[in-house]
Structure formats: C-alpha cells, structure tokens
C-alpha cells in the first residue's frame, strides 16, 4: 500500500492542525493505521495509531490534544492535532501495518514555533 501524507506547515504554539494521510487501496481490512514523527535528532516515535476495529491509542505527550480518526469510504486517515506545542515539532509519518508488513508515507513537516 502507498501512503501520501500532507497537511503539515508552520503554526504557533497553541494552534490546531490536520494531517491527512492517503492509502492507495481500502483500508477497510488493514489492521493497523496511524502516525509517528521524528524530531531532529531524535528516534522516530509513536503519536497515534487506529486499530481495525477502530481501537485507538496515543503516546502519553498528545494524548487529550489529539485524535485519530479513519474515513474507510475515502481511505483516508486523519491526525487532528490541537493546542500545539513546539515540542510537537518533526517530521511526521504516516504507516499502515498488516500481516506482518509495515509501510511508511513520505513524512509531512510540522513546525510549531513559540
């Protein structure tokens, strides 16, 4: 499955943004969807993730500022990300997982200035 991911930019702290990430096939049957990001010099690490049966989870420094949600109809996945923090800045990746085999999207920037 290809992921094209977009929705990234430059905002202040405080403010909102929406990722949006397109997969190339139906997302109905994959088990696994969600977000992780990269800082500079950083390892990449989990933001969030919706499971098949639309279980979520979220990595404790976003969670209640931001949400996960899926559209099966248009295969699309979204990251909702509120009251932003300059520590929300990197590179942000989506990822599908199934069966075994994890793919990636190209990553989109956010940049959260202060």
């Known amino acids: 499955v290809q992921l094209q991911a977009s929705g990234g930019g430059l905002v202040q702290a405080g403010r909102s943004l929406r990722l949006s990430c397109a997969a190339s096939r139906n997302i109905l049957g994959i088990d696994t969807m969600g977000w992780y990001r990269q800082a500079p010099g950083k390892q990449r690490e989990l933001v969030a993730i919706i499971a098949r049966g639309s279980t979520t989870n979220y990595s404790d420094s976003v969670k209640g500022r931001f949400i996960i949600s899926r559209d099966i109809s248009k295969d699309m996945v979204y990251l909702q990300m509120n009251s932003l923090k300059p520590e929300d800045t990197g590179v942000y990746y989506c990822?599908?997982?199934?069966?075994?085999?994890?793919?990636w999207g190209q990553g989109t920037q956010v940049t959260v200035s202060s």
């Open positions: 990822m599908s997982r199934n069966v075994g085999y994890t793919y």
